[in-house]
Every structure is written in C-alpha cells, then in structure tokens.
C-alpha cells in the first residue's frame, strides 16, 4: 500500500514507519520542518509538508493514499491544555475521514487506554464511561470508529500507558526517573500493587500495520504486551539502576512527591487485556518487557542497540 502517516517522525510514528517500510509498504509522512522531512528521507519515506492543523494538506495526503495510520498523539506531559489538542486533532481526523469516505480503505487512528476503569480489567469490548482523563481524547476515536459506517474500513490503536523502549525520553518513564534522581528515591505508593500495562514500542509498531492490513472495520484494538506490570516492580528497578532506595510513600506523601502530572497517574490500578486483539489480528508481542527494558539501561543513558 501507499500509506500516509501523520505524526511519522515522532516516537511512535517513527517506528510505524520503519515497519510498515519493512514489510514492503510505500510510506509518505507528514513534515511540517525541514528536519522532520530530513529525517523522513533517511528513513526511506516520502514526505507530504503540512500539519494537522492544517486540513487541506491531510485531505491531500489522504487522497493520494491506499490508507493512513493517524499516530500524532501527544503524550499527557507535553501539553497543558488536552481539549484544545482533542479539537485540533477531531478536525483533523474528520477532514481525513471525510476524503476516505465510501472508498473502503483503511483508517488506523491512535488511542489510549489510560484511565478508562480504573481497578477494572479494560477488554477491548469493555463501554468508556467519560472521566477526566479520558473524556479530551475519546471524541476523537469515536469520530474514527464511526467512519465504519461510511465506507471506511476504520480502526483504533489504543496504547498502553508505558510505550517504553529506546528513544523513549518523554514518557512516564523517563519522568519517574527523572524524580527519582532528583529526590534520591524510588517511590510507589502504598504496597505498589496497582498495575500498569506496557508495550514495547517496537511491538506496538508491529499492531498499527497489522490494523492497516487487515483489521475489520470499527476494531478496537489493544496495544498491550503486559496486562498490568505492579508499580512496585518499576520503581524496584528504577532504584536499583540509581541506587537509590525504592520506599513506599502515603497517597498525601506521593501527591507531594510526584509532582506535575505523575501525581494523578502514579497510583492508578489500570489493568488492561489484549486477548481479543491478538485473536483478531494475530498479533504476537516480542520484545522485552517493561522491567527488563528498565533494566537494559538505555533509559539511564548506557548504549543498546534497539531491538
């Protein structure tokens, strides 16, 4: 397939690129710099100058396109304002969404599982009650899964909170180590139970082509390799990396120690299943899990090479 990414030289995009160019699709990014288009060109893609602000140039680009994977999605710590990215980015999707319409190609479109039922498994079947967290964001995965009934063979990739792996510099991870660093502590709160899924990045890329290929039109799939990682565990091997003592903290203690945006989402029991994913798209996750990640090195800056 021809495929258009928006968001193609981010964390995540960057690496839906490099599989889909892998498997021998023809792949054109969305650039809205010189050095996303640099970077794009070394990667083997073509580039489509734009952004998704910009409706025109993503009508454009979808019209050119066999399909279009939509990965421009901004991590919790990098915006201060989620409803007015949510708006920019239901515009965005519904100007793509309305140049796919009737034609039946696929439309894969980027998600989240956080937050969703909290101390609750999420299935892929489970009903999204609004919340906070979830509420900016779900408009916009709505509006795509709806495209199913409009000739768009549409689907959702929802990730899990902890897309880890190298390259990985503004996620939760990197930001507990961050903390931790900073305090000379590796903390949970209370006995750490509460779980929190994760996928590899490289794993992840891996669900968005096979979405692309073949998922059924208004899928919801899960990008989860681990159900749910005790957070305990994560901030055992933090601390062991730092060498710093991993304690657990007060929920009072932990807002005051998390500050920004960890502290709401540190404590949360966050459980989520890809059972029907993986028997939907035979999707099978291959690379090291979240703790073993943690332990490889390269979040505290040691070399390896990506897997």
Excluded: C
Aim: net charge negative; proline share 6%; glycine share 10%.
């Amino acid at each position: 397939m021809r495929v258009f990414v928006a968001g193609a030289t981010g964390y995540i995009g960057s690496a839906v690129v490099r599989e889909l160019l892998g498997a021998g699709h023809h792949v054109v990014g969305l650039a809205r710099s010189d050095s996303a288009a640099e970077a794009l060109t070394r990667s083997g893609a073509g580039v489509h100058r734009g952004d998704i602000a910009d409706v025109d140039s993503l009508r454009a680009g979808a019209a050119a396109a066999d399909g279009v994977v939509y990965a421009a999605n901004q991590h919790i710590s990098e915006t201060t304002d989620p409803a007015a990215r949510a708006k920019t980015e239901l515009a965005a999707v519904e100007a793509i969404g309305a140049e796919l319409a009737g034609t039946d190609r696929p439309f894969v479109v980027t998600s989240g599982i956080l937050g969703r039922t909290p101390g609750h498994l999420l299935t892929e079947e489970t009903p999204t009650v609004p919340t906070v967290v979830t509420a900016p964001r779900l408009q916009v995965e709505l509006s795509v899964l709806a495209l199913s009934g409009h000739g768009v063979r549409s689907s959702s990739v929802r990730l899990a909170p902890t897309v880890h792996g190298p390259g990985d510099a503004r996620g939760f991870v990197p930001a507990l180590i961050e903390v931790a660093r900073t305090t000379g502590v590796s903390a949970f709160v209370g006995d750490g139970s509460n779980r929190w899924p994760s996928v590899h990045r490289r794993d992840a890329a891996t669900l968005y082509r096979l979405a692309l290929e073949s998922a059924p039109a208004g899928t919801r799939l899960h990008a989860v390799a681990e159900e749910g990682v005790p957070f305990h565990e994560v901030a055992r091997a933090i601390g062991r990396r730092l060498q710093v003592p991993a304690l657990s903290l007060t929920p009072d203690e932990a807002s005051r120690h998390f500050a920004g945006f960890l502290a709401a989402f540190v404590p949360l029991d966050n459980p989520a299943s890809s059972a029907l994913t993986r028997q939907r798209t035979g999707w099978k996750p291959t690379h090291p899990g979240l703790v073993p990640d943690i332990e490889e090195g390269h979040y505290f800056g040691e070399f390896s090479a990506e897997r």
